[in-house]
């Protein structure tokens, strides 16, 4: 991506190297199905029952120690450039996109931390990826995610890394439009089976959301270069529920899928981001053969 001379957002809050104490936080994050699952398939453990214990949203509680006064790499400090600028982005074509359509864009606060966090849902850690909270409309990042996704799937590049931040912003664009809190409520009242499915259209509509971002960014700053498209793609196919839990078992369980199978993360990416058309976002209208 093409991120010189963009400004950086004020919407940071840089808790890295702070100890926040136990964390045991589930959430919406696009990585938290990543390093989990990988963990668990890497360490041998039953990877059913880690399926499930992602899908309630569940880690047990695990202690941090303080970090204060560590010095950051050239590296980690030129990622938490690069996704305040991101954030930037965010913010400038969902202002516009939100005036279009006669509302207001209010902002999501984005939050480096290392290791664990404490947040308006509880507390979260890093082996949980990134992850949206609508309690205080912050997306919580640890920037070793992008370390991992990296080193783990294969899945690199800068717009990849802006996808992954996109997505959950994605979620806060769901949740100003009354999205996410009416499926919330109707995840509470079904099946865990059911419940799955519902988590998926948002997952997806968040994905929609990353692309019709994208799509505005690229048309107001030129920001994406040859090789971009290609990235975000690349990383929406290895973060299919169906890829991991094939890639870590042999087989997968569509009963467990939480976020969509990776031709459904593709698809509805690629539909945000050759069209930018947000009356096109219609995870919810559509039938689950059409996801």
């Known amino acids: 991506m093409k991120l010189n001379g963009r400004r950086e957002s004020s919407n940071v809050d840089d808790r890295r190297g702070k100890a926040s104490g136990i964390a045991g936080i589930g959430g919406l994050g696009i990585g938290g199905i990543i390093i989990y699952l990988l963990f668990t398939w890497i360490?041998?453990?039953?990877?059913?029952?880690?399926?499930?214990?992602?899908?309630?949203?569940?880690?047990?509680?695990?202690?941090?120690?303080?970090?204060?006064?560590?010095?950051?790499?050239?590296?980690?400090?030129?990622?938490?450039?690069?996704?305040?600028?991101?954030?930037?982005?965010?913010e400038d074509v969902w202002t516009e996109v939100f005036r279009g359509m006669g509302k207001e864009y209010v902002p999501p606060k984005m939050v480096l931390y290392t290791g664990s966090v404490n947040t308006g849902c509880g507390n979260g850690q890093a082996s949980m990826g990134p992850f949206y909270c609508s309690a205080d409309q912050c997306l919580y990042i640890d920037l070793s995610f992008f370390t991992s996704m990296k080193k783990q799937l294969g899945a690199d590049g800068d717009f990849a890394y802006a996808y992954v931040i996109a997505h959950e912003v994605g979620h806060h664009v769901e949740y100003l439009l009354g999205i996410l809190d009416k499926a919330h409520a109707q995840m509470r009242k079904l099946s865990k089976a059911e419940s799955n499915k519902v988590s998926v259209r948002t997952e997806l509509l968040?994905?929609?959301?990353?692309?019709?971002?994208?799509?505005?960014?690229?048309?107001?700053?030129?920001?994406?270069?040859?090789?971009?498209?290609?990235?975000?793609?690349?990383?929406?196919?290895?973060?299919?529920?169906?890829?991991?839990?094939?890639?870590?078992?042999?087989?997968?369980?569509?009963?467990?899928?939480?976020?969509?199978?990776?031709?459904?993360?593709m698809k509805w990416l690629k539909l945000g981001l050759t069209t930018g058309d947000m009356s096109k976002g219609r995870t919810f209208e559509v039938s689950e053969k059409d996801l």
């Open 206 to 265: 968040a994905d929609f959301y990353a692309g019709v971002w994208a799509y505005h960014d690229n048309k107001r700053f030129q920001s994406l270069e040859d090789g971009d498209i290609e990235e975000a793609i690349n990383c929406a196919h290895v973060i299919g529920d169906n890829y991991l839990q094939e890639k870590a078992q042999g087989y997968s369980m569509p009963e467990s899928f939480t976020h969509g199978t990776s031709a459904q993360r």
């Open 43 to 90: 360490s041998g453990g039953d990877m059913s029952q880690a399926v499930q214990s992602v899908a309630e949203q569940q880690m047990s509680n695990v202690t941090t120690q303080s970090n204060n006064g560590r010095e950051f790499t050239a590296e980690e400090q030129e990622l938490a450039k690069f996704s305040s600028q991101i954030l930037a982005g965010t």
